[in-house]
Nanobody
Framework: QVQLVESGGGLVQAGGSLRLSCAASGRTSGKYTMGWFRHAPGKEREPVAA????????YYADSVKGRFTITKDNAKNRVYMQMNSLKPEDTAVYYCAAGITTAQDRDRRLYDYWGQGTQVTVSS
């Protein structure tokens, strides 16, 4: 089992920045791809970004390319997502997830472990 805990969400004005962090614990020895998903009211949970175990491959949704950056620190068992130039449409609950998959596989069913989520609210 892998436990994931997100932090760093909050309320920010449009154009602002936030940095989300996801701390992994438990059986973290697997070569997991780490992903960030978000779930906005009235919408389906969607993939935002992902990074493979080595950090050599990343994926970004078109809506966040150039604004969000995903990184990871395997020594600390943490994954981060720097979010810049935030827009009101970025408002959602953001979830960290881990799975034995590739960064390009956007299907959330391929992720086995999920955090509890952190709320990001962007005001206009």
């Amino acid at each position: 089992q892998v436990q994931l805990v997100e932090s760093g969400g909050g309320l920010v004005q449009a154009g602002g920045s936030l940095r989300l962090s996801c701390a992994a614990s438990g059986r973290t020895s697997g070569k997991y791809t780490m992903g960030w998903f978000r779930h906005a009211p009235g919408k389906e949970r969607e993939p935002v970004a992902a990074i493979n175990w080595s950090g050599s491959t990343t994926y970004y949704a078109d809506s966040v390319k150039g604004r969000f950056t995903i990184t990871k620190d395997n020594a600390k068992n943490r994954v981060y997502m720097q979010m810049n130039s935030l827009k009101p449409e970025d408002t959602a609950v953001y979830y960290c997830a881990a799975g034995i998959t590739t960064a390009q596989d956007r299907d959330r069913r391929l992720y086995d472990y999920w955090g509890q989520g952190t709320q990001v609210t962007v005001s206009s």
